[in-house]
């Protein structure tokens, strides 16, 4: 039986309100995905990352992102200690950018060559990683004996055993560039700096970042067998921030938000030390005095500018000692260009 003609067009309309409300439910809910783009970055511990601490209290990649027309992205940040860690969590699709020491990055890009393609957005500034010692007797790297240890973030691949391995290189010969790899435990940095400070152990030496380096050089019988400076050259860069290649083309604004906002985060550093420190103890809950982390961001020794500086002779020595089959002839092989410009090294 047909329905009269009044009630069809009533029943009409309801679905077409019906169709409309879908469709508008739809739209809200594709908005709202867009909207809610998120952004996840790996990051680690100490004051080598404090561009990332900056970063993540002012909000400035959310800031970049909005002027990019990339509303409401989410930032997760994530700690991860240790390059080896880092590495595995950009390869899973765990983090979008990882920050790591250069040891880390190149063996990623010589992993990913020609599919993946991880290359360094960045430096994240310049700070001395120092091998310290509580050990009176320990003054050359000749002094370690088989029941010491030397702590590093992950042996074999961090910077700081790369940095290990070119001091044995220069200091051994060559073909000893692995001599202290026995010696060597995978320890996060605020661990080790327990270690060395409290004694007692047979973690007898510690390849610490900063502030780590500084407070175990404030206890009595500590002291530095070697300096990244001493192996790099002055103000070399040991940490970077790096993507693959896919995530740089396909979230272009992304992208770019992240590197305008490391250049805010360093001119902000630069230009205001002590409430750069302020910031580090407000993201890292750090006890330490800021008087104390303001000396140290004020000390020559120290920048936060992101172009690298002295990281392809590290590159040199991997490739030359087998550690990497891909042969860079330059440091912009392994940075993707934006930083291409600037000088770096």
Known sequence: ???????ARFIHRLMLGALALALATAFSLGSRAQADERLTIGEQFGLPYLLFF???DQGLI???AADRGVEGLEVDWRQIS???QMNSALLSGSIDIGAAGVGPLL???DRTYGNADVRAIAALGSAPIELVTNQERIKSLADFTAQDRIAVPATSVSVQSRILQMAAAKQFGEDQWQRLEPLTVSMSHPEAAAAIISGGTEITGHMANPPFNYQELERPNTHV???SYDVLGDNASANLAFATKRFRESRPEVYAAFLDALEDASRFIAAHPAESAETFKRVTGSNLDTGFVTSLLE???FNFAITPRHTYPLAEF???VGAIKQNPQSWQDYFFPEVHADGGS
Do not use: D, I, N, Q
């Open 1 to 7: 039986m047909f329905l009269p003609l009044p009630r």
């Open 54 to 56: 900056v970063m993540r």
């Open 62 to 64: 959310e800031k970049h």
């Open 82 to 84: 240790g390059g080896a």
């Open 107 to 109: 063996t990623l890009w």
């Open 225 to 227: 067998v070697l300096s």
């Open 299 to 301: 000390k020559p020794e």
């Open 318 to 320: 991997m490739h030359r």
